[in-house]
Protein backbone atom coordinates (compact mmCIF):
# COMPACT_ATOMS: atom_id res chain seq x y z
CA UNK A 1 0.00 0.00 0.00
CA UNK A 2 3.35 2.06 0.68
CA UNK A 3 3.94 4.65 -2.23
CA UNK A 4 6.95 5.22 -0.73
CA UNK A 5 9.81 2.93 -0.34
CA UNK A 6 12.37 2.80 2.11
CA UNK A 7 14.92 -0.06 2.55
CA UNK A 8 13.77 -2.38 5.60
CA UNK A 9 16.54 -2.03 8.00
CA UNK A 10 20.35 -0.17 8.50
CA UNK A 11 22.56 -0.30 10.97
CA UNK A 12 26.02 1.16 12.36
CA UNK A 13 28.01 0.97 15.35
CA UNK A 14 27.96 4.28 17.90
CA UNK A 15 29.32 7.35 16.39
CA UNK A 16 29.06 6.43 12.78
CA UNK A 17 26.84 7.88 10.24
CA UNK A 18 23.93 6.34 8.52
CA UNK A 19 21.17 7.31 5.72
CA UNK A 20 17.87 6.08 5.52
CA UNK A 21 16.50 6.79 1.75
CA UNK A 22 13.19 7.02 0.58
CA UNK A 23 11.74 6.87 -3.13
CA UNK A 24 9.06 8.06 -4.40
CA UNK A 25 7.56 8.85 -7.69
CA UNK A 26 6.57 11.78 -9.90
CA UNK A 27 2.82 11.99 -8.13
CA UNK A 28 4.64 12.73 -5.03
CA UNK A 29 8.04 14.01 -4.26
CA UNK A 30 8.71 14.29 -7.56
CA UNK A 31 5.81 16.65 -8.06
CA UNK A 32 7.53 18.47 -5.52
CA UNK A 33 5.29 17.82 -2.19
CA UNK A 34 7.21 18.38 0.59
CA UNK A 35 9.00 15.36 2.55
CA UNK A 36 8.68 15.02 6.41
CA UNK A 37 10.79 12.06 8.42
CA UNK A 38 8.90 10.42 12.01
CA UNK A 39 11.19 8.80 14.90
CA UNK A 40 9.20 5.57 16.21
CA UNK A 41 10.65 4.44 19.45
CA UNK A 42 9.39 1.29 20.50
CA UNK A 43 6.00 0.81 21.95
CA UNK A 44 5.84 5.03 21.65
CA UNK A 45 3.93 7.28 19.31
CA UNK A 46 5.62 8.93 15.97
CA UNK A 47 7.11 11.71 16.95
CA UNK A 48 7.85 14.36 14.25
CA UNK A 49 11.45 14.63 13.43
CA UNK A 50 12.60 16.67 10.13
CA UNK A 51 9.76 18.61 8.15
CA UNK A 52 9.71 20.38 4.89
CA UNK A 53 12.24 18.45 3.40
CA UNK A 54 15.72 19.62 5.93
CA UNK A 55 14.02 21.64 8.60
CA UNK A 56 14.10 20.05 12.45
CA UNK A 57 11.37 21.13 15.25
CA UNK A 58 12.99 22.67 18.19
CA UNK A 59 14.65 19.97 20.19
CA UNK A 60 15.48 17.53 17.71
CA UNK A 61 19.82 17.28 18.00
CA UNK A 62 21.64 18.68 14.32
CA UNK A 63 22.83 14.79 14.15
CA UNK A 64 19.74 14.17 11.98
CA UNK A 65 19.23 16.25 8.62
CA UNK A 66 17.22 16.23 5.59
CA UNK A 67 17.48 16.48 2.25
CA UNK A 68 15.32 15.65 -1.70
CA UNK A 69 16.34 15.29 -5.13
CA UNK A 70 13.73 14.33 -7.84
CA UNK A 71 11.87 12.13 -6.83
CA UNK A 72 13.69 10.58 -3.56
CA UNK A 73 14.64 12.00 -0.21
CA UNK A 74 17.04 11.14 2.77
CA UNK A 75 17.80 11.14 6.14
CA UNK A 76 20.87 11.14 7.50
CA UNK A 77 21.90 10.39 11.52
CA UNK A 78 25.53 11.44 12.43
CA UNK A 79 27.32 10.81 15.11
CA UNK A 80 24.67 7.34 15.84
CA UNK A 81 23.92 6.46 19.46
CA UNK A 82 22.08 4.23 21.18
CA UNK A 83 18.98 5.99 21.73
CA UNK A 84 18.40 6.53 18.05
CA UNK A 85 17.40 2.88 17.76
CA UNK A 86 14.06 3.33 17.05
CA UNK A 87 11.66 3.07 13.43
CA UNK A 88 11.70 5.67 11.03
CA UNK A 89 9.58 6.93 8.50
CA UNK A 90 8.97 9.55 6.16
CA UNK A 91 5.78 11.13 5.00
CA UNK A 92 4.47 12.74 1.68
CA UNK A 93 1.44 13.82 -0.33
CA UNK A 94 0.19 12.01 -3.26
CA UNK A 95 -1.03 14.44 -6.06
CA UNK A 96 -2.65 11.24 -7.95
CA UNK A 97 -6.37 10.27 -8.25
CA UNK A 98 -6.64 9.23 -4.59
CA UNK A 99 -4.92 11.79 -3.72
CA UNK A 100 -3.90 11.21 0.32
CA UNK A 101 -1.20 11.18 2.32
CA UNK A 102 1.71 8.81 2.19
CA UNK A 103 4.14 7.44 4.51
CA UNK A 104 7.41 5.12 3.71
CA UNK A 105 6.99 1.70 4.02
CA UNK A 106 9.58 2.18 7.26
CA UNK A 107 13.34 1.73 8.39
CA UNK A 108 14.76 0.07 11.57
CA UNK A 109 18.01 1.97 12.88
CA UNK A 110 19.49 -0.60 15.12
CA UNK A 111 22.82 0.58 16.85
CA UNK A 112 25.36 -2.27 16.80
CA UNK B 1 1.88 21.38 26.49
CA UNK B 2 0.33 19.69 23.38
CA UNK B 3 -1.53 16.88 24.18
CA UNK B 4 -3.74 14.31 22.41
CA UNK B 5 -5.02 11.46 24.20
CA UNK B 6 -7.11 8.67 22.43
CA UNK B 7 -9.85 6.40 23.47
CA UNK B 8 -12.63 3.80 22.90
CA UNK B 9 -10.74 1.12 20.91
CA UNK B 10 -11.32 -2.51 22.15
CA UNK B 11 -11.96 -6.17 20.67
CA UNK B 12 -15.16 -5.90 18.17
CA UNK B 13 -16.44 -8.35 16.00
CA UNK B 14 -16.12 -8.28 11.91
CA UNK B 15 -19.31 -6.57 10.71
CA UNK B 16 -19.00 -4.09 14.21
CA UNK B 17 -19.03 -0.91 14.91
CA UNK B 18 -16.66 1.25 16.79
CA UNK B 19 -16.07 5.04 17.74
CA UNK B 20 -13.03 6.58 18.71
CA UNK B 21 -12.39 9.66 20.30
CA UNK B 22 -9.30 12.05 20.64
CA UNK B 23 -9.23 14.53 23.36
CA UNK B 24 -7.24 17.48 22.34
CA UNK B 25 -5.36 20.35 25.27
CA UNK B 26 -2.66 22.80 24.88
CA UNK B 27 -3.43 24.13 21.88
CA UNK B 28 -6.55 26.25 19.89
CA UNK B 29 -8.28 22.79 18.83
CA UNK B 30 -10.27 25.04 16.25
CA UNK B 31 -7.26 26.02 13.99
CA UNK B 32 -5.75 22.77 13.38
CA UNK B 33 -6.62 20.14 10.60
CA UNK B 34 -7.18 16.89 12.44
CA UNK B 35 -6.28 12.86 11.30
CA UNK B 36 -6.34 9.58 11.94
CA UNK B 37 -3.23 7.58 11.16
CA UNK B 38 -3.40 3.48 11.74
CA UNK B 39 -0.46 0.92 12.24
CA UNK B 40 -1.26 -2.77 12.12
CA UNK B 41 0.63 -5.02 13.88
CA UNK B 42 4.41 -5.05 13.33
CA UNK B 43 3.61 -3.12 10.01
CA UNK B 44 4.17 0.35 9.15
CA UNK B 45 1.86 3.72 9.10
CA UNK B 46 -0.68 4.45 7.01
CA UNK B 47 -3.12 7.71 6.87
CA UNK B 48 -6.47 6.93 7.32
CA UNK B 49 -8.86 10.12 7.48
CA UNK B 50 -8.11 13.71 7.67
CA UNK B 51 -10.74 16.60 8.64
CA UNK B 52 -10.29 20.55 8.13
CA UNK B 53 -10.66 23.10 11.10
CA UNK B 54 -15.15 23.36 10.83
CA UNK B 55 -15.32 20.07 10.01
CA UNK B 56 -16.97 20.85 6.36
CA UNK B 57 -13.84 19.19 4.46
CA UNK B 58 -13.38 15.78 5.31
CA UNK B 59 -10.96 13.22 3.27
CA UNK B 60 -10.86 9.20 3.31
CA UNK B 61 -8.06 6.41 2.52
CA UNK B 62 -10.14 4.60 -0.04
CA UNK B 63 -9.49 1.27 2.19
CA UNK B 64 -11.66 3.36 4.73
CA UNK B 65 -13.99 5.39 2.27
CA UNK B 66 -18.03 4.62 2.83
CA UNK B 67 -17.61 2.93 5.92
CA UNK B 68 -15.30 5.36 8.65
CA UNK B 69 -16.93 8.37 9.58
CA UNK B 70 -14.11 11.25 10.79
CA UNK B 71 -15.67 13.93 13.13
CA UNK B 72 -14.88 17.01 15.50
CA UNK B 73 -16.55 18.94 18.10
CA UNK B 74 -14.47 21.90 18.53
CA UNK B 75 -16.67 23.11 21.61
CA UNK B 76 -15.13 19.81 23.23
CA UNK B 77 -11.75 19.87 21.60
CA UNK B 78 -12.27 16.63 20.57
CA UNK B 79 -12.13 14.54 17.33
CA UNK B 80 -14.03 11.59 16.85
CA UNK B 81 -13.65 8.64 14.57
CA UNK B 82 -16.69 6.25 13.63
CA UNK B 83 -15.72 2.97 12.34
CA UNK B 84 -18.96 0.82 10.76
CA UNK B 85 -18.73 -2.41 8.92
CA UNK B 86 -15.16 -3.55 10.61
CA UNK B 87 -12.80 -6.09 9.13
CA UNK B 88 -10.20 -8.24 10.49
CA UNK B 89 -7.67 -5.95 8.19
CA UNK B 90 -8.95 -2.92 10.36
CA UNK B 91 -7.00 -4.06 13.35
CA UNK B 92 -4.46 -1.05 14.17
CA UNK B 93 -3.06 0.95 16.54
CA UNK B 94 -4.80 4.57 15.56
CA UNK B 95 -3.51 7.69 16.13
CA UNK B 96 -4.62 10.90 16.27
CA UNK B 97 -2.77 13.94 14.75
CA UNK B 98 -2.34 17.22 14.19
CA UNK B 99 -1.69 18.47 11.36
CA UNK B 100 -0.49 22.46 10.18
CA UNK B 101 1.98 21.45 7.58
CA UNK B 102 3.58 18.02 8.60
CA UNK B 103 1.81 15.27 11.26
CA UNK B 104 3.23 17.47 14.35
CA UNK B 105 1.80 15.72 17.21
CA UNK B 106 0.44 12.49 17.73
CA UNK B 107 -1.59 11.13 20.51
CA UNK B 108 -0.35 7.59 22.10
CA UNK B 109 -2.99 5.45 20.12
CA UNK B 110 -5.81 3.06 20.70
CA UNK B 111 -5.89 -0.25 20.22
CA UNK B 112 -8.47 -1.83 17.87
CA UNK B 113 -8.84 -5.78 17.31
CA UNK B 114 -11.38 -7.07 14.49
CA UNK B 115 -11.80 -10.90 15.74
CA UNK B 116 -14.41 -13.44 15.75
Redesign the interface.
Known amino acids: ??VLTQPPSVSGAPGQRVTISCTGSSSNIGAGS?V?W?Q?LPG?????LI??NNNR?SGVPDRFSGSKSGTSASLAITGLQAEDEADY?C?SYDTSL?????????TKVTVL | EVQLVESGGGLTQPGGSLRLSCAASGFTFSSYWMHWVRQAPGKGLVWVSGINIDGRTTTYADSVKGRFTISRDNARNTLYLQMNSLRAEDTAVYFCARVRWPFDYWGQGTLVIVSS
Open positions: QSDHYQTAPKLYGPYQSASYVFGTG
